[in-house]
């Protein structure tokens, strides 16, 4: 992984996208504070390249990272800041999901209810394998409901 990490350094569009894939192995380790650190760094390295969505999304991604190790608070926040600075389609469903994982149902369920109206037809954000179904478990085990998590992908 260095040695692609070396090779994409400093290149627009492309550093952006190994540093939040540092970030998440950094997490998948437990390595939160070198977690924190690339997440940051995707975001900076986004906004200098003037990808002001990818920069939300990345802060986004280490809201759930977040969320994932317990701290609901700076989850949350996160993932309101990321809607803040870019409100997209890919930006508001992560943060309906650090939503849901931390806990904020009320924020979660208003953001999955405008993702269901605003895209009726689409099927990665309709399909039952896909966004509204995660988003809908994930509020479900929040409120520590497993059967009816479960049941949203039937």
């Known amino acids: 992984m260095q040695h692609y990490f070396d090779a994409v350094t400093g290149k627009p569009g ?5 540093l939040t894939i540092q970030s998440d192995t950094e997490c998948y380790y437990g390595r939160l504070r070198k977690a924190r650190e ?6 900076e390295s ?13 802060r986004a991604y ?7 190790f317990g701290n609901v608070h700076e989850a949350s926040q996160q993932a309101e800041a ?13 943060a309906a999901m650090v939503l849901a994982r931390a806990g904020n ?18 099927t990665v954000v ?10 809908r478990a994930m509020l479900a085990l929040s409120r520590g409901r497993g059967e009816q998590a479960l049941s949203c992908w039937q």
Not at 38 to 43: G, K
Not at 82 to 94: F, M, N
């Open 126 to 135: 309709q399909n039952q394998n896909n966004v509204l179904p995660t988003i």
């Open 62 to 68: 280490g809201a759930l990272h977040e969320a994932e």
């Open 105 to 122: 149902t009320t924020e979660a369920t208003k953001l999955l209810e405008s993702l269901n109206q605003e895209f009726p037809l689409d």
């Open 46 to 58: 986004a906004r200098k390249n003037n990808a002001r969505e990818t920069a939300a999304l990345w």
């Open 82 to 94: 990321a809607i803040s600075s870019a409100p997209g389609r890919d930006v508001r469903v992560l």
């Open 14 to 18: 492309i550093e952006d996208i190994m």
């Open 38 to 43: 690339f997440s940051q760094r995707a975001v």
